[in-house]
């Protein structure tokens, strides 16, 4: 199979089924120095009349680095029987092992950034805007309880969708 570069809007995605059931990784750094993380909250639409992406990363992820001083990450959706390697992702911190080798999953780079050869969509974004969230903001004080707890904040970052690619 080989990735198909795409207009946005010819993808057949479902953003809810996308982001909130199918999961996927957000990997960001450079193709030789890069880090991915299992990702389940997010959204897809337009802002500033372009498509974009919305990411929120923890502070104390090891992508968050990554996320901090490069301008394009990647957004990679795979399919079901990659559950387990999206798992692994999501519970073991790049800064203690090579989730690459560990997961087996391969590495590719479009339009300059990472990405994987499995997955059946990616979307290669370029950062426009982030800003860190903040307790006060919550119109609902509830969910601070519910979902951060001591963890810390979320960071909120909005990429624009500067290509799109579907497995042929």
Not at 92 to 102: A, T
Not at 133 to 161: A, R
Request: one cysteine or more; a negative charge.
């Amino acid at each position: 199979m080989a990735f198909v570069k795409k207009s946005t809007s010819e993808l057949g995605c479902n953003p809810f089924t996308t982001i909130g059931k199918d999961w996927f990784l957000l990997t960001a750094g450079t193709p030789e120095h890069f880090n991915t993380m299992t990702c389940s909250w997010g959204a897809m639409g337009v802002i500033w009349n372009v498509p974009s992406v919305t990411a929120y990363v923890r502070t104390n992820r090891h992508t968050f680095d990554f996320l901090e001083h490069d301008e394009l990450f990647t957004i990679s959706v795979f399919p079901e029987e990659y559950r387990k390697a999206l798992s692994f992702c999501g519970s073991h911190s790049g800064r203690d092992v090579d989730k690459v080798k560990e997961t087996g999953l391969t590495p590719v780079t479009l339009d300059g950034a990472p990405a994987f050869g499995e997955a059946k969509l990616v979307l290669v974004c370029r950062k426009m805007y982030s800003q860190m969230m903040s307790q006060t903001e919550f119109q609902d004080p509830s969910l601070v309880d519910t979902f951060y707890g001591k963890d810390p904040m979320h960071k909120m970052y909005i990429g624009q969708v500067i290509a799109a690619y579907e497995q042929n």
